[in-house]
Nanobody, 127 residues
Framework: QVQLVESGGGLVQAGGSLRLSCVASGRTFSRLTMGWFRQAPGKEREFVAA????????YYADSVKGRFTVSRDNAENTMYLQMNSLKAEDTAIYYC????????????????????WGQGTQVTVSS
């Protein structure tokens, strides 16, 4: 069974940095697409970033380009989200997710293509 566990969230001042981690188990994740999403109170869950394990290709939402970096350590089955220059509007619960189809090359932005989700980690940015 696939399990995803996020950590690294917390309270940080605007302009600061955080690094989120997502530890995955239950599959060979180097062949899968994994993503980060976030959900602020009263808003829809939105795409943040994604990583294709076998090509290292990355994808970002326009709102985080240049500030956030997604990476993966396939040996450790861990995906990271380095978040720099944080803004108050980055405040949300951050979730990692995985597309449970090997060599998947389709859309990486839509939450509907992701099959498994973590429980989320809270990120709060004070202004």
């Amino acid at each position: 069974q696939v399990q995803l566990v996020e950590s690294g969230g917390g309270l940080v001042q605007a302009g600061g940095s955080l690094r989120l981690s997502c530890v995955a188990s239950g599959r060979t994740f180097s062949r899968l697409t994994m993503g980060w999403f976030r959900q602020a109170p009263g808003k829809e869950r939105e795409f943040v970033a994604a990583f294709r394990g076998w090509t290292s290709q990355t994808y970002y939402a326009d709102s985080v380009k240049g500030r956030f970096t997604v990476s993966r350590d396939n040996a450790e089955n861990t995906m990271y989200l380095q978040m720099n220059s944080l803004k108050a509007e980055d405040t949300a619960i951050y979730y990692c997710a995985v597309v449970n189809r090997q060599w998947y090359t389709g859309d990486a932005y839509s939450r509907n293509v992701y099959d498994y989700w973590g429980q989320g980690t809270q990120v709060t940015v004070s202004s």
